[in-house]
């Protein structure tokens, strides 16, 4: 499968006389892995932060099988560029951007420079977040300051960076990515459990100002997904033991599960739903 970057444009495309590649059966990471498919979402534009790994990757392919225009945002170009690679090597439009979220002036660049490649945005994903551990003694006013900069701030500079694209379509979706820690109370990370919660203030006051240009702007929270990363930091065989006694649903929880979720309340079976607050974590709150 050959594949290209086209400059010009700075699109991962097909190269030229190629096919997509075809669904590999069993890979879930595949865009061609089973689902429901979207009609109306074939040919939007949809932003994803942090979409270079774990859960934003699958959120990226997911919405590359609706045959969405999808660009991304992530600080790691290698994984990142791999990513786009891969996705556009399936057939899908896909656009990446290397960008610092906590950089408000490279991030409005950013979601311009992926305006400029695809189109007018239809669909917001702000989930790029940082869930570093730490102690309460050791906590500087610089190191809270950046928690807030790489768990919250962004989304609102996000959502104000697509805004006119949406009050100019009379139409539009912001999904806003929150965390069940705050809800069940997790310790040892307290600048993260308040950004997470400051979440849903920002979604719901959000809502509530673009809902007049038909705009709908939500929040999911995600229980524990076995992303890699969690994988290689954090899971342990005590930890594992513990959540499924807490879980109603006895399995692990992995990124395609809320890949799927989001993808759905960006499309037009969510159409009624705004100003929500979305728990999918297995049932552990």
């Keep these: 499968m050959a594949l290209r970057l086209d400059n010009a444009v ?7 006389n190629q096919k997509p590649l075809a669904g590999r059966p069993g890979n879930s990471e ?3 892995a089973q689902g429901a498919i979207y009609p109306d979402l074939e040919g939007k534009v949809v932003v994803v932060t942090g979409g270079g790994s774990g859960i934003g990757e699958a959120i990226v392919r997911a919405f590359a099988r609706q045959k969405a225009k999808v660009g991304f945002l992530d600080i790691n170009k290698p994984a990142s560029e791999k990513v786009a690679a891969d ?3 399936q057939g899908a439009t896909v656009a ?8 408000i002036a490279a991030l409005r660049a950013s979601i311009a420079a992926i305006r400029a490649k695809l189109g007018p945005v239809n669909v917001l994903v702000n989930n790029a ?4 551990r730490h102690k309460t003694e050791d906590v500087t006013p610089e190191y809270w300051d950046g928690r807030i900069a790489v768990n919250l701030r962004h989304q ?16 539009g979706s912001i999904i806003n990515f929150g965390s069940v820690s705050w809800m ?16 849903i203030g920002l979604t719901r006051s959000l809502a509530r100002d673009f809902g007049e240009y038909n705009i709908r702007v939500n929040a999911i929270a995600p229980g524990w997904i076995m992303t890699q990363r969690q994988l290689d930091l954090w899971l342990t065989p005590e930890g594992e033991k ?3 006694e807490r879980q109603c649903l006895k399995r692990k929880l992995v990124p395609d599960d809320l890949a799927k979720f989001t993808v759905f309340m960006a499309s037009e079976e969510a159409g009624a739903c705004t100003n929500q607050h979305y728990v999918v974590d297995g049932g552990w709150v």
Excluded: N
């Excluded at 990446?96 to 950089?103: G, V």
């Excluded at 104000?160 to 379509?169: F, G």
């Excluded at 069940?184 to 979440?199: C, D, E, F, L």
């Design 10 to 16: 700075g699109l991962w495309q097909c190269a030229p």
């Design 30 to 32: 595949d865009i061609m």
């Design 87 to 89: 996705v556009a090597g």
């Design 96 to 103: 990446f951007e290397h960008c610092d979220l906590t950089d």
């Design 129 to 132: 977040a940082h869930d570093e």
């Design 156 to 171: 609102f500079f996000c959502a104000q960076a697509v805004l006119e694209d949406m009050k100019a379509a009379r139409a």
């Design 184 to 199: 069940v109370g997790q310790g040892g990370m307290a600048a993260y459990t308040a950004s997470k919660s400051g979440v």
């Design 242 to 244: 513990e959540l499924m």
